[in-house]
C-alpha cells in the first residue's frame, strides 16, 4: 500500500503587496487552521514517512505546523523546487519519482495544480479549499503505479469540514 496526502497551504496573508508571492505568510486564520488539521491528522494516526512541501514560506510553514502536530521534526522536511508554480503533471512526476521503500508521503503545495492532481486521481474531489488534505491509499507497491490506477480509498478534508 502507497498512501498519498496532498496538503493545500492554509489561509496565506496579502497583507504587504510589497512582498513577492513565495514570501507570503499566513494569516492569523492559516496559522489557526493548520495545527487544527495536524491535531486530526495526529488522532487518526497518521505517521508520514516523509514530508515534502514547497519552498514558499506559506506553503512550508503549514508544514511545519502540521508537522509539529505528528511528532515529526521540522529538519526532516523536504523542500522541493518542484512543488511552486508547478503543474499536475509535474507534480505526478515527483511522486513517481518517490523511493519506493517510503510508504507515507505528505506533500504541501499549492492551488490550481493541487486541486487539479487530485480531480486527476479522483473526480470525487473537485476543490481543495485552504489547509484541505486529500489522502489516497494506492494498493500497489510502486509509486510508479500513482496516476494509472485507481486509488483504493480517497478522502478529503478541510478545516471548515
Known amino acids: ?16 503587496p510589497s512582498l513577492p508571492d513565495r514570501e507570503r505568510p499566513l494569516d492569523d486564520r492559516g496559522r489557526q487552521d493548520a495545527p487544527e488539521m495536524g491535531r486530526c491528522l495526529a488522532g ?18 503549514t508544514a511545519q505546523l502540521i508537522a509539529d502536530e505528528l511528532g515529526y521534526e ?16 509535474a507534480l505526478l512526476a515527483v511522486i513517481r519519482a518517490l523511493d519506493k521503500k517510503l510508504g507515507s508521503v505528505m506533500l504541501f503545495g499549492h492551488n490550481p495544480e493541487f486541486t487539479d492532481l487530485a480531480h486527476r486521481l479522483s473526480g470525487e474531489i473537485t476543490d481543495m479549499p485552504t489547509c484541505a488534505v486529500a489522502r489516497f491509499r494506492f494498493d500497489t507497491k ?3 503505479d500513482v496516476g494509472e490506477i485507481t486509488p483504493a ?8 469540514k
Not at 480509498?153 to 471548515?160: C, E, F, N
Open 1 to 16: 500500500m502507497k498512501t498519498l496526502f496532498l496538503v493545500r497551504h492554509a489561509k496565506s496573508s496579502r497583507d504587504d
Open 153 to 160: 480509498k480517497v478522502t478529503l478534508d478541510s478545516p471548515k
Open 74 to 89: 521540522r529538519k526532516d522536511i523536504v523542500i522541493d523546487d518542484r512543488l511552486y508554480a508547478s503543474s499536475a503533471d
Open 142 to 144: 510502486a509509486w510508479e
Open 44 to 61: 487518526g494516526k497518521v505517521k508520514p514517512d516523509q514530508i515534502v512541501s514547497s519552498p514558499a514560506v506559506r506553503a512550508l510553514t
